[in-house]
Structures are given as structure tokens and as C-alpha cells.
């Protein structure tokens, strides 16, 4: 091949039917093996995914644009593929096509009210497809909390749904007891756990987790640390995932961003490509600087980047209060600063850290002769 003078090959072997193939990168003489991976070649942006990733890590000392060619020049050994079809133009005939396929713009349903209600739309509302949401705050504002609870909400409503987590600083033991704490609330057939409970292994925790483990156990993928742009996407790929959290924006990597503001501005732009391609909601944890408040002004809240509060849909800032309340939960109100596909409104919220879950302040209690008998979600 006519990369043998840098030391490197890509061998290939076929997996199942269809374009699916087990790369294996080896040294051209020595026959070290560098990198294995499973690619569909018949998908472009699996082959472009897959070469960008190789030249980024070092793993080949070539140019993307040779990369790409080489596996195309694979695909066409493995698919019968002798050049790269040229795409169908896209005409508004299409547009009309799309537009009657879908009486309402398709969402994912999180089970969180004030959150999906932001969609607009008919009734249950939800994060739409092919776009970002953006949660703000300070530090213990609890905007990975709601962020598990979307996730664990949608996947519980909906048994079709593929979700993904990016991990940034969270362990993945961490992530397991929040879910336990939060699923424990929103499944509802026993007495809620604690986080602490779960921490603690105890009994009533390990019974939700097995309730967990069966429901949507395998249907939320994990992204581990260190996060880059294309190992989430090629996850999104791979999983088929519809719902994508990301905990948090400033701890994904772009490989040679000259400073931390080019590397977020990139990462924003990958990840608004990555939400239109794959149609998918992408719900985006972020910090703030110490300036911001809730008075601040949408194009000014992203941490160094105005392109966070431009590239997102929509875009909610946490306020909690100083102090709990006298039921020991932290009042926190997200400030809609953005919201494209419908009306804005803040959403006034309450936080129970112990429970990891988010209620609506807003929300009528139920009468007291009816309490012991609410959804354990519906307690206050």
C-alpha cells in the first residue's frame, strides 16, 4: 500500500453482512499492532469518524485526507464501492416530504414538565431532535442532578429510547447512586433511596439498581474520560442514541485549539453538526464565570465563549437560592435566556440533593387526605 514508508498498514477483515469490517492498524514490517476497531465502512461519516480519530491520537503518522483514501479504497474491496457516491441533491420538495411526515417536531419526552414544556407544541412537550439544550450554573446548583433526572426520566418513559453520557469528572460509581436515587423516585413502587443509601450499598438501593439494571440498564451508554469531540460521536454512531448529556462542555478536548476559548467554540461547532447529523437532543452541562447572574444577557453567559449561547436552542440558567427551605430542599430558579422552538419562561424548581431529584414549585400539592397515596415524585 502507499503508506508502507511510514511504518503503518491497515489490514481489514470482514464482520457479519453488509459494510462492517475489523480494522487492525499494524506495523508494516514488524506487525505491531497499533489499533483494532469495528467500522462500518459503508458509512461515510463512520470512515471519516474513524481517520480523523487515527490522525489525532498519533496512531498514524499521515495526513486525514490519506486516511480517508485508503479506507475508501478498503470499502471498495470489502462493499464492491469504487468511488464515492455523490449525495442526492436536497431539493424543497424534500422539505415538503419531511414537514408531512411529522404533524408536531419530533422530541425526546424527559418526564420533567417544566423542562419539556420549553419545546412547545402539544402536550407531553419534550427536548426536540436535532437540538442542544444548554443547562448553566454555578457549582452545586445541581445541573448534572437534572441532567440524570431527563435521562433516566426519558429512558424509563420510553423502552425504545438510546441514550448516551459523556462522563467528564463524575466516577462512574458516583453516576450509579445518583441514578439508584433519582430512579428510586421516579419508578415509585417503594420508599425512596438516598443517595448516602446508596453510597452505602444498602438493601432497598440494591433492589432498585436491579430495577434499573433490567428497564434501561444497557440502553444508556457511557462515554469515559478523556472526552473528545469524535469518541462521543462515535458513540452516537455506534449506539444509535437519540438523547445525548454531556457533564460538562469545558472538559471536552479539541486536539491542537490554541487556547481554552478556540477549544469550546470548536467543540460547540462539533457538537451542533453532531446534533443535526444524527438527529439526536444533545443536553449540555456548563459552567459560568463568577460575573454571571440571572440578570445577565444571552451572548455573554458561556465561560469565555459567546458561541455556547448562540450555537444552542435552548438555554437555562441556574439561580439556587442562599438558603434551603424549611422542608430542607434548595430552591432553584432556571432562567430561560433562549428558547428557539417556543415561548420562554423560567422554570421555578425545587432540589432535593438527598433524592437528586428536581420537583416543580410551581406544581399544585395534592390534598393532605390524598398524600399518602401521591407518586412518590409528587411528594413535597
Known sequence: MAHEPEGRAIEWEPVGKGGRARLVVV????GEVFDIESVDLSLWRERVSYARRLVEDGVVPWAQADVEAELLRITAERCGVKREPAPAPLTL???FDEWER???????TTGFQPLDSLAGGELPGGLPLSTITVLL???AAGKSALGLQCVVGALLADPDLRALWALGEMSKAALAARAIAVGSVLIGDGEPVTKPQAERRRPAAKAVAHELRQ?????????????TPDRIEQVIVASGAKLVCIDYLQLVRLPDAADARTEVDGVMARLRAMSLEHNCAILLISNIGKAIDGNSRIGSLGKGSSQIDFDADIVLLGQPDAERNEDGVLPVKWCCKKSRHGQAHDLNTLFDGDQQIFTDAEAVAPYDEFLDHAPQGARR
Open 27 to 30: 506495523g508494516a514490517d514488524s
Open 102 to 108: 411529522h404533524e408536531t417536531v419530533p422530541t425526546v
Open 215 to 227: 428497564r434501561i440498564g444497557d440502553r444508556l451508554v457511557m462515554v469515559p474520560p478523556i472526552l
Open 93 to 95: 420538495a424534500h422539505a
Open 137 to 139: 450554573g454555578p457549582p
